[in-house]
């Protein structure tokens, strides 16, 4: 099949969202996929159905009627030339003509591994979240959630709401560094709100700073975990660990199409402008900064790609978001201790079942992947690449098509003639 | 096993490893997994279990075969109606 548009967006989160609403409601003709079955990405999964959280429920409706059409479990496999995307959509190949390109593809949680950590039943802080909201029932099971920043309150939120027994949430950063952020917050009026909402649902819930988990423990599944949790060992009897540190961008598609990366954020203009024309890049691929940053942005690259005049109230919010996203980083920074969890028989790559221990020799991650096979799988290091790079600090490499597991048939250019793009006609 | 709570007109019944599991619509096979029992969608090179990670379509974890499709990623996989999946464990 194929498909032709001005303006075609990757990823239906908030920042892909925000782009498609400004650029389709200045007359574009605009393409949104997403390889989940409903627009709003990660962060508002769930809410095109339950429409709970106002915010969602206003781009969400504002999208619907942008006129801006939404193409559902859409993967982009690969990009053979400018102005063309190949997408496998289930069982049929697509080929994507583009005028203009906006990359939303957002973040994924940063997992680091400890002993344990490929049992059932452990999971990413996000990722047990995410599963929540999705039905898995919660209640009545003990819950152990270690990891760092807003994301590690969201997620025990959820839990908590859903009838876990949220037994700890260990936060890694020290003490003085959390609350530093936490009254960082109150320079930025909205992000001090959603906190505090939060926070409110969470009373009597045990909180720890520097704690983070050692091992997972089970035959067949999680039955327990050990922590530290201020400088002590402690052992908890759960159902449930999530443990992820933070987000890290998802860079594959930038990766492959070119775009300049520096500092593990995508480089932009001030109309968030990719080193490669006609390609933006909005939300998280500029550095981890929440819904705010990627709304603002992706509205910022939406004008842009429209051709459309930047409010002044918007350039204004961009700076403060900015400001944001820098505070996270440094909050957000794994301590050293975590690089250290793993022992020798742990795996690190866990599609390929590579153990720490295989990659003595390795000095970076091209060697790691000839001679061990790590990010030889699946899901093509997307796991353990960015665990990698914290612990060893191995720098990624370039992506080479395809970005994901693909069929023959999906990586061939589509034969015949494009149609005409429609502005041109 | 039935979540409580799931009303029948707002419920699909779907099967893993052969086996009827009625969900409230909306529950992803992933998440469903857990209701079957385990949580377990495969095994690695050695044998042992594995399940869900991330959640959001990143690691490969979750992947099982859904509808005679292999490696289908469960996490974003809605459960429907007479949906058959299949573990690989």
Redesign the interface.
């Given at each position: 099949m194929r498909e032709a548009c001005d303006l075609v967006i990757v990823g239906a989160g908030p920042g892909g969202l925000a782009a498609a609403c400004r650029a389709a409601e200045a007359g574009l003709d605009v393409l949104v996929l997403d390889q989940q079955p409903e627009p709003g990405g990660q962060v508002w999964r769930g809410e095109a159905r339950k429409g709970t959280n106002r915010l969602a429920r206003r781009w969400l409706s504002r999208f619907a009627a942008s006129g801006a059409r939404f193409r559902p479990g859409a993967r982009v496999v690969a990009a053979p030339e400018p102005g063309l995307l190949l997408v496998e959509e289930g069982p049929s190949s697509l080929a994507v003509r583009y005028g203009r390109l906006v990359l939303a593809t957002g973040a994924r949680e940063r997992f680091l591994p400890f002993p344990g950590w490929t049992l059932p039943g452990v999971l990413g802080v996000s990722g047990l979240q995410v599963l929540v909201k999705d039905g898995l029932s919660i209640r009545g099971r003990r819950v152990v959630l270690a990891g760092t920043g807003p994301l590690l309150l969201a997620a025990a939120a959820t839990l908590h709401a859903h009838g876990g027994e949220v037994l700890l949430i260990a936060e890694q950063a020290p003490a003085a560094r959390h609350w530093g952020f936490a009254l960082q917050l109150w320079r930025y009026p909205g992000k001090l709100l959603q906190g505090a909402v939060l926070s409110a649902g969470l009373v009597g819930v045990r909180t720890a700073t520097e704690a983070w988990v050692l091992e997972a423990r089970g035959e067949h599944r999680l039955e327990s975990v050990r922590m530290s949790v201020s400088g002590r060992e402690e052992q908890l009897a759960c159902d449930y660990l999530g443990a992820a540190w933070g987000l890290v961008p998802n860079l594959e598609l930038a990766r492959l199409l070119g775009c300049e990366v520096s500092g593990g954020a995508v480089v932009v203009d001030e109309r968030m402008e990719t080193r490669v024309p006609r390609v933006h890049a909005v939300g998280e691929l500029l550095g981890i900064g929440g819904v705010d940053q990627a709304l603002i942005s992706g509205e910022l690259a939406g004008l842009a790609a429209a051709e459309q005049p930047v409010p002044d109230s918007l350039e204004k919010s961009w700076r403060r978001v900015r400001a944001f996203a820098g505070a996270l980083a440094l909050h957000d920074a794994p301590r050293p201790e975590l690089r250290r969890l793993a022992t020798p028989e742990t795996l690190l790559c866990r599609c390929e079942d590579v153990p720490l221990s295989a990659l003595e020799d390795c000095t970076n991650l091209r060697e790691a992947r000839l001679y061990a096979r790590l990010g030889m799988g699946s899901c093509q290091g997307r796991t353990c690449g960015a665990a990698a790079e914290t612990l060893f600090g191995w720098a990624a490499e370039s992506v080479r098509p395809p970005g994901l597991p693909a069929r023959i048939g999906s990586l061939r250019p589509p034969a015949e003639p494009p149609p005409t793009l429609k502005r041109e006609s | 096993m039935r979540?409580?709570g799931a009303k029948a007109a707002t419920s699909v019944t779907l099967r893993i490893n052969g086996r009827a599991l009625t969900?409230?619509a909306?529950?992803?096979v992933?998440?469903?997994l857990?209701?079957a029992g385990?949580?377990?969608s495969r095994s690695?090179?050695?044998g042992?279990?594995?399940?869900?990670?991330?959640?959001?379509?990143?690691?490969?974890?979750c992947?099982a075969t859904v509808d005679g499709?292999p490696?289908v990623l469960t996490?974003?996989?809605?459960?429907r109606e007479d949906l058959e999946v299949v573990t690989d464990a």
């Amino acid at each position: 099949m194929r498909e032709a548009c001005d303006l075609v967006i990757v990823g239906a989160g908030p920042g892909g969202l925000a782009a498609a609403c400004r650029a389709a409601e200045a007359g574009l003709d605009v393409l949104v996929l997403d390889q989940q079955p409903e627009p709003g990405g990660q962060v508002w999964r769930g809410e095109a159905r339950k429409g709970t959280n106002r915010l969602a429920r206003r781009w969400l409706s504002r999208f619907a009627a942008s006129g801006a059409r939404f193409r559902p479990g859409a993967r982009v496999v690969a990009a053979p030339e400018p102005g063309l995307l190949l997408v496998e959509e289930g069982p049929s190949s697509l080929a994507v003509r583009y005028g203009r390109l906006v990359l939303a593809t957002g973040a994924r949680e940063r997992f680091l591994p400890f002993p344990g950590w490929t049992l059932p039943g452990v999971l990413g802080v996000s990722g047990l979240q995410v599963l929540v909201k999705d039905g898995l029932s919660i209640r009545g099971r003990r819950v152990v959630l270690a990891g760092t920043g807003p994301l590690l309150l969201a997620a025990a939120a959820t839990l908590h709401a859903h009838g876990g027994e949220v037994l700890l949430i260990a936060e890694q950063a020290p003490a003085a560094r959390h609350w530093g952020f936490a009254l960082q917050l109150w320079r930025y009026p909205g992000k001090l709100l959603q906190g505090a909402v939060l926070s409110a649902g969470l009373v009597g819930v045990r909180t720890a700073t520097e704690a983070w988990v050692l091992e997972a423990r089970g035959e067949h599944r999680l039955e327990s975990v050990r922590m530290s949790v201020s400088g002590r060992e402690e052992q908890l009897a759960c159902d449930y660990l999530g443990a992820a540190w933070g987000l890290v961008p998802n860079l594959e598609l930038a990766r492959l199409l070119g775009c300049e990366v520096s500092g593990g954020a995508v480089v932009v203009d001030e109309r968030m402008e990719t080193r490669v024309p006609r390609v933006h890049a909005v939300g998280e691929l500029l550095g981890i900064g929440g819904v705010d940053q990627a709304l603002i942005s992706g509205e910022l690259a939406g004008l842009a790609a429209a051709e459309q005049p930047v409010p002044d109230s918007l350039e204004k919010s961009w700076r403060r978001v900015r400001a944001f996203a820098g505070a996270l980083a440094l909050h957000d920074a794994p301590r050293p201790e975590l690089r250290r969890l793993a022992t020798p028989e742990t795996l690190l790559c866990r599609c390929e079942d590579v153990p720490l221990s295989a990659l003595e020799d390795c000095t970076n991650l091209r060697e790691a992947r000839l001679y061990a096979r790590l990010g030889m799988g699946s899901c093509q290091g997307r796991t353990c690449g960015a665990a990698a790079e914290t612990l060893f600090g191995w720098a990624a490499e370039s992506v080479r098509p395809p970005g994901l597991p693909a069929r023959i048939g999906s990586l061939r250019p589509p034969a015949e003639p494009p149609p005409t793009l429609k502005r041109e006609s | 096993m039935r979540e409580p709570g799931a009303k029948a007109a707002t419920s699909v019944t779907l099967r893993i490893n052969g086996r009827a599991l009625t969900v409230p619509a909306g529950t992803s096979v992933a998440a469903a997994l857990a209701l079957a029992g385990d949580l377990v969608s495969r095994s690695d090179l050695a044998g042992r279990p594995r399940g869900p990670l991330c959640g959001m379509g990143v690691c490969f974890e979750c992947r099982a075969t859904v509808d005679g499709v292999p490696e289908v990623l469960t996490c974003l996989t809605p459960c429907r109606e007479d949906l058959e999946v299949v573990t690989d464990a």
